[in-house]
């Protein structure tokens, strides 16, 4: 597996602009900004329920380490994955991982462990948190991948903080997490539009202003 075989897609790796238009939900980035005092935040909603623009909303104010991976199908080789995310990940830290990443490229199956534990070694010695976006996470189905990021959450450091955007739930248990209330859950009710957010949008984009009845029937029949 070769490093010039599958060069890294710097776009997966950039935070995205914001469409034209885009309504600030403050309510939201607010609670994703309460979810990475904790290890794991979720953003989970089907498709078009705004679940990125919240994302690279927050992640354009916050003055905090943030990297940025947008998960594609491709991305179900784990080597294909791994080195995106560390390459996220070295936008913030130049030169993390690498050694992890030598591991992961050049062996199969279970050097995939060994290297997310250099890994996890390597962001837990550092002297300041890391926040690492994972958006369209839904995108995942090969089971190695999906074991190697239930490792990663498992053992996350206290300094490495996750937060994953998908259209489904994670395919594994966050139970432990859970019970300790150790994640933030944004879901289809939290980030469906409210009737301020509604009146926003077609002010920004159609410099309409609408009666509080109309918003209100909108919002009843788009849900």
């Given amino acids: 597996y070769s ?44 498709a078009g329920f705004g679940k990125t623009n919240v994302l690279v909303q927050w992640a354009n104010e916050t003055d905090l380490a943030r990297a940025w991976l947008t998960i594609d199908s491709e991305d179900n080789d784990p080597r294909r994955l791994f080195r995106h995310l560390i390459s996220a990940l070295q936008t913030l830290e130049p030169g993390l991982g690498e050694e992890a990443l030598e591991f992961i490229l050049s062996t199969r199956g279970g050097g995939l462990e060994i290297g997310l534990t250099l890994l996890i070694n390597e962001v837990s010695a550092l002297s300041r948190d890391l926040i690492l976006i994972l958006d369209e996470f839904q995108s995942l189905h090969d089971h190695v991948v999906l074991q ?68 209100r029937t909108i919002e009843i029949r788009t849900d």
Wanted: charged share 20%; net charge neutral.
């Fill in 3 to 46: 490093l010039l075989e599958h060069p890294v897609i710097s776009t997966k790796i950039t935070v995205p602009r914001l469409p034209e238009g885009s309504v600030r939900r403050p309510r939201l980035t607010e609670r994703v900004s309460r979810g990475v005092e904790g290890p794991l935040t979720l953003l989970m909603a089907p």
């Fill in 148 to 215: 190697g990021i239930e490792f990663l959450i498992k053992h996350l450091p206290d300094n490495l903080h996750l937060v994953i955007a998908s259209r489904t739930t994670l395919p594994f248990s966050l139970a432990a997490l859970r019970v300790r209330s150790r994640v933030c859950e944004l879901g289809a009710g939290d980030l469906r539009f409210t009737e301020d957010e509604i009146a926003s949008f077609f002010l920004q984009t159609s410099a309409l202003q609408l009666s509080a009845d109309t918003v």
